[in-house]
C-alpha cells in the first residue's frame, strides 16, 4: 500500500498542525511547571532529565513510534531511536532529533518541537503510505540541556565519541543529592545495552527543528532561520575558599570572604565578556555556611562564556583565568575593587565542564533546508526566511562532528526561551514541522 | 550546713577548671561539627537550635542543674531557667545566661562557654556549701545565633518584650524546609507554658560570660574584656526579581539578570560600609531557577550591617536602600557599573529582618565585673583586663533593656569565631569562669 514519490507528491505531504500541538500539550502533562496565563496550555515546564515525569514522556515516545511501525532502540545512554524501515535498508537511517528533557523552569517548545515535530513527520508519512528510499528515525537525546546533570548534550556528546561513557555515567546531580546519571537511567528503566555510539546506530543526517531561543526571526518577521552554525561556549566551575569568620567582630582587614570575591567576579566576567562581544553567565550559585552572621568561606558557581568564534573564547578564558586569580589574591583588577577595604587573600580553582567548539554545519543539509523552505513557504520563502548561527547548543552540534548535519529555527515570542513563557504559535510550529519534513524526504532521496 | 560568707571566704570560691573543660567538651559530643586537627576536642560544632543535638544538650542542662538542686521553669520559647534558692527568696535570682545553640559550622565556645559557666558556678557553690542572699540562676536562651531561625538573640528579645511571641513561634527556618520555630518546639519537648516574659520570670541581673569573638584582647595580652556595651546591628533580606532567560541566546541588552545586580549590591555594600568605617556582610544567597544555562530571574539575599553609632547605621541604611534601587534599576552608582553593558531593569525589595540598637550595660554590673576581675586577677589585674564594646550581639542586649547586665569577655585564638577553629585556652575559659562566679556573687551581696 505504499508508493514511491515524484516531487509533485512529495510537496504535496502536508503536516498536521492540530495533531501536532495536540501532542506537544498533551505531553506537556508530564512535567507541568510554572502557571503564567489563564489557558491550560499557559503553563511552564518543568521535566528535569531522567525525572519520573521525564520517564513517562519517554515512554509516549517508545509507544508512539512503535504504534507508527518503527523499532525502537535504547543505548547506554537512554538515547531512544525509533526507526522506520525504508524501501532499501543497506544504508544507515536519515534522522530527526532533539529532547524531551527541560528546564528546571523551562517551557513547553525548546526540545519538545523537534522531538513532537518527528512524530508528526513519521504520522505524515503513514497518512500517505510512503514508503522512503531508506529508513527514516526519530531520536529522543537524553540530557540535552545539562540542567540536572551539568554537561548539556550529554549524550549525543557520547555518541559521536566526544565525551567518555563512563564519565556520563558518573555524572552526579548539580542540585545536592545522591542520584547519578547512570542510577537515575537504571532507576527509571532506561539504561539500554546498546553501545551509545555513532557505530552501533548509525545515521545518514540529523535534522532538528527548534525554537530560535533568541529575538531575530521575530524582529525580523521571518519565518524560518536556516541554521549555518552554532557558537562556541565553554562550562566551569569555579571554586572560591575563604574563611568562615563572624560578621559582627571580625573587620574587612580581617576577613577572608568568599561571596565578596564571587561576587566581583561575577561582575568582573560581564565586564571582560562586554569588551571582547561575548557572553559570560551565571546561574548557579552555592555558598557555605549559609548563616546571616557568618561570612561564607566557601562559594562555587558556575560560568557559562560563549562567542560565535573559538579564538574569542580562548581569549576570554585566559582573561577570567587570570583576572579571577589576582581578584582572589586582593590585587585590584580594572578598579573592581576601588573603594573596598582591603582584606585577606582568598583561593580560586577552576573545573572545565564542558567545552563546544564553534561548529558550521553540512552544505547538503543546509540545502536540503533552503529547498524545503522553498516548498513550504512558496513565493515568499525569501523574505521569509534568514541564515544564521545558534547562539544555543544542540545535540546537532555533536551529530555534526559525524555525519551531515544541521537545524531549523522558528520564532519564538519576544526571543524568550529557558522560562515558562517561552511561546511559539501553532502556525509557526507547524510550518517549522513542515520544512523539517520536506527536508528530510529530500535528503532520503539525495 | 550552709553558710554566710565574708569578703575572704567569698574570694576563696574557686572554679574547677578540669571540670569546666569536662563539661564543655563532653556536652559537645551533641552536635559535633568539622574535624580540624587531631585531638578529641579538635572539631567544631553545628547544633543548630531545636535540632536533636540540641534536644540532648537541653536535657543535659536541665538533669545537671536539678541534680545540683535548682528549680527548672521552662517558658514558651523555651528558655530553661534554672534557679537556686538563696537565704532569703523574696527577691528574684541574679543570672548567668547564655546559649547552647551554635552556628551550622560553629565552635565549642561561642555560648556554650557562657552556660557551661553558669553550672559550674552552681557547682562551686554546692561544694562550699555557699547559700546565697538571695537565688542565683542559670538560664539557656532559645536561637540566640540566629542561624536556623533568622532572628538573633530571638528568645531573650520575647522575654524582654521587644518581639511579639507570634512573630517567634511562626518564624521559619533560613533554609528551605517546613518547620516553624514552635513546630520545633513542640517536636523536641521544649514548648513550656510559663510566658516568656521578664514579668513571669524576673531577674535581679543578668552576667554573661562569652569569647571575644575578635582579636583585640588576645593582640593586646589581655585576659578579661570588661563589656560596656554593644554595637548596633541590623538583619535585612533583599530580594532582587530580574527574569529566566537563555544563556547563550539572551544578549546582555536583553537580560534582566538578578544575580548581576546582587553581585553590584554585594560589593557596593562592602563600599558604602567601608566609607562610613561600618560593617556590611551576606552570609545567605539563593537563587532561581539554578541552571548553568538559564540567566537567574530570582535571588533572595541577607545582609547584616553594623556600627559602634545607631546614627551611623541610620545613615548606611539610607544609603544603602537609596542605591540598591538604582542599581536594580540600572542606573550608574559611583561606577560600579563602568564597563557594563546596560541591561533591562530588576526590581529590589527590602525586608527588615531585625533591628538590635546600640546598648550600653549597666554601671552597678559593670561594677562587679571590674571587682570581680580584681579578686580573680590579683595586683596584675590593670594590665590584664580592658574595657570594650562587643561586635557581635547577645542575649545581654535584651535583658539590659530590663535588668541590669553586663559580660565578661575572654580572648579567643585569632579572633576567629563562627567557624569549626573557635579556640578558647582552658586557663582562659577557667579564668572567665572565676570573674562570672566572683561577680555574682558580689552582686548577689550588693
Ligand atoms: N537549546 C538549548 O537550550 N540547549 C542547551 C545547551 C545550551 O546551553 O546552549
Ligand atoms: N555572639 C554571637 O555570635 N551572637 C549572634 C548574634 C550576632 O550576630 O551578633
Given at each position: 500500500h505504499t508508493k514511491e514519490m515524484n516531487e509533485k507528491d512529495l510537496a504535496s505531504l502536508k503536516v498536521n498542525q492540530n495533531r501536532l500541538m495536540e501532542d506537544i500539550h498533551f505531553t506537556s502533562k508530564w512535567g507541568t511547571g510554572q502557571v503564567w496565563g489563564t489557558a491550560p496550555t499557559e503553563t511552564g515546564m518543568s521535566r528535569l532529565s531522567l525525572s519520573d515525569a521525564?520517564?513517562?514522556?519517554?515512554?509516549?515516545f517508545v509507544e508512539t513510534t512503535q504504534a507508527l511501525g518503527c523499532n525502537t532502540t535504547i543505548d547506554e545512554m537512554g538515547n531512544i531511536f525509533a526507526i522506520r524501515p525504508g524501501?532499501?535498508?543497506?544504508?544507515?537511517?536519515?534522522?530527526?532529533?532533539?529532547?524531551?528533557?527541560?528546564?528546571?523552569?523551562?517551557?513547553?517548545?525548546?526540545?519538545?518541537?523537534?522531538?513532537?515535530?518527528?512524530?508528526?513527520?513519521?504520522?505524515?508519512?503513514?497518512?500517505?503510505?510512503?514508503?522512503?528510499?531508506?529508513?527514516?528515525g526519530v531520536v529522543n537525546w537524553t540530557n540535552e540541556e545539562g540542567a540536572r546533570f551539568p554537561i548539556s548534550m550529554l549524550s549525543s556528546g557520547v555518541w559521536s565519541g566526544h565525551i567518555p561513557l563512563s564519565t556520563a555515567h558518573a555524572l552526579r546531580e548539580v542540585h545536592p543529592g545522591t542520584a547519578t546519571l547512570s542510577s537515575e537511567l537504571s532507576r527509571i528503566g532506561y539504561l539500554g545495552t546498546v553501545p551509545a555510539s555513532y557505530e552501533a546506530v548509525p545515521m545518514a543526517?540529523?535534522?532538528?527543528?527548534?525554537i530560535e531561543q533568541g529575538p531575530l526571526l521575530e524582529s525580523t518577521s521571518r519565518k524560518i532561520g536556516i541554521v549555518k552554525g552554532v557558537q562556541a561556549y565553554r562550562w566551569y566551575t569555579v571554586n572560591v575558599t575563604g574563611q568562615d569568620c563572624h560578621t559582627g567582630t571580625t573587620d574587612f582587614e580581617n576577613r577572608a570572604d568568599a561571596l565578596l570575591a564571587a561576587a566581583k567576579m561575577i561582575l568582573h566576567s560581564h565586564r571582560l565578556a562586554t569588551k571582547r562581544g561575548a557572553l559570560a553567565s551565571t546561574g548557579i550559585l552555592n555558598l557555605k555556611p549559609g548563616s546571616t552572621n557568618t561570612v561564607p568561606g566557601s562559594v562555587s558557581l558556575s560560568l557559562d562564556i560563549r562567542a560565535p568564534a573559538d579564538s574569542t573564547v580562548d581569549m576570554l578564558e585566559a582573561d577570567i583565568l587570570a583576572d579571577f586569580a589576582r581578584i582572589a589574591a586582593g590585587e585590584e583588577v580594572d578598579g573592581i575593587s576601588e573603594g573596598c577595604t582591603p582584606g585577606r587573600p582568598c583561593e580560586v580553582s577552576f573545573t572545565t565542564d564542558s567545552v563546544s567548539p564553534a561548529v558550521k554545519f553540512h552544505p547538503d543539509c543546509i540545502h536540503a533546508v533552503t529547498e524545503a523552505a522553498a516548498s513550504a513557504l512558496g513565493p515568499e520563502a525569501e523574505k521569509l526566511t534568514m541564515e544564521m548561527v545558534s547562539g544555543a547548543g544542540h545535540d546537532s552540534v555533536y551529530t555534526s562532528k559525524r555525519v551531515p548535519t544541521s537545524m531549523i529555527f522558528v520564532p519564538c515570542r519576544d526571543g524568550i526561551s529557558h522560562n515558562p513563557r517561552e511561546y511559539t504559535s501553532p502556525e509557526d510550529c507547524a510550518v517549522g514541522a513542515q520544512v523539517l519534513l520536506q527536508a528530510v524526504v529530500r535528503y532520503d532521496r539525495m
Open positions: 521525564d520517564k513517562k514522556a519517554r515512554d509516549w524501501l532499501r535498508n543497506d544504508g544507515p537511517p536519515t534522522f530527526v532529533g532533539s529532547h524531551l528533557d527541560t528546564q528546571p523552569t523551562g517551557g513547553r517548545y525548546d526540545g519538545i518541537l523537534g522531538v513532537t515535530a518527528g512524530v508528526e513527520m513519521l504520522k505524515v508519512l503513514a497518512d500517505y503510505w510512503v514508503e522512503t528510499e531508506y529508513p527514516v543526517a540529523h535534522f532538528e527543528l527548534h
